[in-house]
Every structure is written in C-alpha cells, then in structure tokens.
C-alpha cells in the first residue's frame, strides 16, 4: 500500500526509497536489461536509471564524463540540482516530479538522473532503439520516385514526413495507448486543411481505446476504431511511403502512425483510394491514365470475369454467335465448379506458402508450383485446360490490386459469386453482383461513403479518377475530406 | 481558342457545382452508364429487352435496330435520366437514405413495366417475360434508383451539414 501512494505522489527525497521501489516494483536487479549507475558528484549521492539497449551508450558516456568533471571544476554548493542539470550537455533534457513519470521514461528508453534530497528528477532523452534504415517498401515499388519507405520507429516515421512537408501548421499529436504496452500513436494532419471534426473524432476514438497492448500496430488501432465487424473491404488505407502519405495529408487527410509498424494510416478513406498506386504519380498524366485503366480491369476481372465464365459454361445459349467458341471442349468426371473452388483455394495455397518461404527456396516453389502442379492436373485428366487460364487470369488480377488486404477481400467476393452462380444462374450473378454493389456503397468509413465518387456520384471527383489529371490542373481538394480550404495552395491564382 | 492555350495549365479552375447541375450531370450520366451496361447484358442475353425499345413506338427507318438505333437509344435515356433526376431533386432529396433510392428504383420500373408497358412493343406484358429477364430488369432499376437518388441526397445532405457548421462558427465568434 505505501508503494502505490509512493507512485502517484511526487518523487520521494531518500534515493534509496526510489531504489527500493525500482526493486520491488520494475524488477531491478532482476531484470537483466535494467540498470542504475550511481555517481558522487560535490558530495552528493546521484543515481541514473536507464534500459540497456534502448538508449545510445555514446551519448551517456559524454554526458556522464561532463558530470564527473563536475567534481574537478565547481565549488561545493548546495544547489548541486541546478548544477546537474546545467551539465546535462543535451537538448531535450526535462523535469519530472512523479514516480509515474519516471518509471514511464525509463521504460521508453530514456535516462532519468536523480539527486539525493531533490524531489525532482531530470530526464535526458538519449533513446536508440534497434531499427532498420528507410528501404524502399516490398509493397509498393516504383520504377521512378523515392526509395524510403517508413519503418518501425515512429520518430523516424514522422521526421520523414515532415521532411516532405515542412509546413508551419503541420501537427504531429502523440499519445500512449495500452495499459501495458504504452505504445505511441502519432495522429499528423495540417492544422488548417484537415476537418477538425474529423481529427476531434479520431482523438476521441484513440483516447477510448482500452487495451492491454498493441504488439500487432497499426491494425488492431484500425479495429478498435472502425469497428470493422465481418465486413472484408479494408476501412482504411496503408501506406509504407512517406510520399504517398504526406499526398494524403496535404489533401486534408488525417494520417495515424503507430510506433512499431512501418505502414501508416490514411483516414478517411473510400474504395477508389485501394486502387490508385504511386507509380501512376511518377508519369505523365496520359501514360498514368493508362496505367490506371490497365489497373481497373485488372481489378474488374479479379472480380467479375471468373463467375461470368462459368456462367457460359452452365448456360452456352447465353454467348452471341461468335462467342461460342467459348467453353471447355473436353469433358471430365469433376464438376466444372469444383474445379474452380480447387484452383482459386491452390492459388490461395501458393500464395500462403511464397509469403513464408525463404527467397532462396521460392524459386523452386514456383517452379514446382507452375510447371508441376498446373500441367500434370490437366494431364492427369482433374483440370480443363480453361479453367487454369480463367483462374490464373483472376488471380493475377487479385495480385494487380495495389492494397493487398482488398485484393483478398475481392477474392472473397469472387467465390460468393462462383457459388451464387453455380447455384441460381442468371439470377445468381445477376443478384450477386447488385448487392455487392449495394453494399460496397452502404459501407461508412468514419462516416464517409465508402464507394464515393461513384456511388453517391460526384462527377469531377469522379473525372479524376478515370483520368489522372495534372497535379498542376488540380486546384481543389477533393471533398471528401470536408478540408477546411477547398483550394490548395496558393488560393489566388 | 488561342488564348485559352496560352493559358498555363496552373491558371485553370475548378468550381464546386450547384445540386441542381449535379443532379442533371448524375441524370444523364446515370442514364448513359446504366443503358450501356443493360446492352451488355442484352448482348449475353440476360435480358431479353435492349435499349432500343425506346425507339419503337416511332415508326422510322431499319437504322432504329442496328448499332445506330442503340447509340441514339442510349442518348436518349440519359435525356429522359435527366428529367427522371429532376423529378427526385424535386421530391425525395431530403431524404439520406440508401434503401429510398432502393424504392425509387423499384416504383420506376412498376411505372415502365406495368403502366407504360402498352406503349413499347418491344417489352412482352409482364407475365410473358422471362425470369432471367425480370430479375435481370428489377436488378437494373434498383442500381439505377440508388445511383440517382442516393448521389443527390447525399450532396443535399453535405451541403446542410457545411451550412450548418458556418452557422456554429457564426455563433460561436
């Protein structure tokens, strides 16, 4: 009971009832990784906590040889506090009155210097945590543009983008979710083009986050927020380049990161944002229109085609005259369906297996994979020719969608299709295809339609979409985001 | 024209559009997108009605059922999507409900099918139609009626929303 009202009063003066509690409470002495280095500086006790690992030995070094000259150049003097903290040769050097506080640093990696009869304690923020440098993101390559893509560590992240976008008005908000975890989240959005609602609303929702940790980053702060049910489409957009991203915010969007995971948020965010990729952004206007038509039928055939194929094949009154030739010519003894659902689900297989193989074995897979599996199945009489053309064409199509979690998600409601088909026909697809519509556009991401600018329709936006338009045409941000200043920079022209 | 190009490309500008242009652009694109696709699915025999029953009770030339005959059948159900566009702006735009589209979809193709069905030949009296073709029909309708109605309620319902928040600002200053 005295530990707890220790914690939540101000430091106590005697070093060692914070050395007591350090051992009882955060493991000290037990936990390998925690340490104190205590130094007698004008005849005063000074005890310095820190985490091994977590802070630059480097800088400690500098810091404590400064705090030992101490000894060799001041007089004795009672105001040993202030002394100590005018040495702290850093810049980010902060006072701390709780026991709270100073457990909470330590943990994050940084140093807290406390001072025999002081009840306040410095903390100096020398934190390094193991990471890997900016690398171009695996996802979402570009033959031109910048190879950094964001990694795990949340002030790298941000440094990045501001780097992009060294607006005054720019705000980087921090804050600690988890009970146990205590992980950052950075809510960033340009103070006067971002909705305020939109961020009061994402404030709120991080705020009211209770959890004990947030190990898996970015998408369990998605769940918690969009409360995203059984619903397959991703809610939101990710993102692992800083480009991409710092787009997003000067559109007014507001972005999350989450300290421990390289991709970064983008809310709000409607279906059409899963299909647009940065590449197009790094050509010409036509060539990029191109690209991105080339990219929707991709998309479109992942979906559509597969279902409608075998629809001729259960009814080839159906095709016109001169599409009859369409239709396996060969009979086997399975069904044409279940040879789909076996082919889609083998596609699924591979694509499990490729994500977890070594990449000095996964050529071998994929030859095992293509040449083996798909030849032999139709030698051995389980496969018609055409249905590894169909199902390979829509699984190519599901790997062109640029946002992975949609490209599943489309798959999904391929097979729905398949067996609506194979069950009702005409009717099937038919009636399949318009809910799919209809719910695509029921679908609210942080109460914005998901399926806008087509469905509610908004012409110009929709324009844009079809056709990627010169960034210098485009004076307007879309509306989607409410932005505060419809006109980008600079308004007068 | 020759000062138009001499314009930069930085100079040209975008408006915001009004909701009754909206509504007239979302008529005719709805009706152009959605005819387009209901050929398609003629095309496939999905449904046994195509475009160019729209022409029919015009006694014109062969053209009316070539290729000719669909385009300008298509064009002319945008026109008339129009007109149905209006007719939502003016009545049910207050409503930002998906499943009003839904019914406004629905009431379109009872009036088409049931109360101006004497009029196309080309569509057979209800109870001679195919399943596929009536499923087929409904599906069209009802996509039609949430693209229309669901796009200007949506607009109407984000132009109170601005409004409203000026007035809060208004206030609170």
Sequence with gaps: MVQQSISKKMLPESLDTIEDYMKRNIGLGKSFDLGVRKLKILRKDIHIYYVNGLCDTQFIINLFEELVEINDHEKLSTNVFGIVENRLIHQSVNRIKSMDELVDQVLSGLIVVVVEGEREGLVVDVRSYPGRQPQEPDTEKVVRGARDGYTENIIVNTALTRRRIRDEKLRFEIMKIGERSKTDVAIGYIEDVADPDLVEIIKRELKSIETDGLTMGDKTVEEFMLKQGYNPFPLVRYSERPDVVSAHILEGHVVIFVDTSPSVMITPTTFFHHVQHAEEYRQSPTVGTFVRWVRFIGIFTSIFFLPLWFLFVLEPDLLPGRLAFIGPNETTNIPIIAQLFIADIGIEFLRMAAVHTPTSLSTAMGLIAAVLIGQIAIDVGLFVPEVILYVAVAGIGSFMTPSYELGIANKIVRLILLALVAIFHVPGYVIGVTLFILLLASIRSLNIPYFWPFLPFSPMAFLKILVRQSVPGSKLRPSITHSRNRYREPSNS | ?173
Excluded at chain 2, 57 to 62: C, E, H, K, L
Excluded at chain 2, 114 to 121: A, D, G, R, S
């Design chain 2, 1 to 173: 024209m020759v000062e138009e190009n001499n314009k930069l490309e930085q100079e040209h500008h975008e408006k915001p559009m009004s909701l009754l242009g909206l509504s007239v652009i979302t008529g005719l694109f709805g009706g152009i997108f959605w005819s387009s696709i209901a050929y398609l699915a003629y095309v496939f025999k999905f449904t046994e009605i195509r475009p160019n029953v729209i022409l029919e009770p015009w006694t014109i030339g062969d053209w009316k059922v070539g290729w000719l005959g669909t385009i300008i059948s298509i064009i002319i159900i945008g026109m008339l999507s129009i007109g149905v566009a209006l007719i939502y702006y003016f009545t049910l735009r207050k409503f930002n409900r998906m499943y009003i589209g839904i019914g406004y979809g629905l009431a379109l193709f009872l009036i088409v099918f049931f109360v101006l069905n004497p009029i196309f030949p080309g569509i057979d009296p209800f109870k001679e139609l195919s399943r596929n073709t009536i499923v087929t029909s409904i599906c069209f309708y009802v996509l039609y009626g949430v693209f229309i109605g669901f796009s200007i309620s949506y607009e109407e319902s984000e132009i109170q929303k601005s409004k409203d928040s000026k007035q809060k600002e208004v206030r609170s200053t």
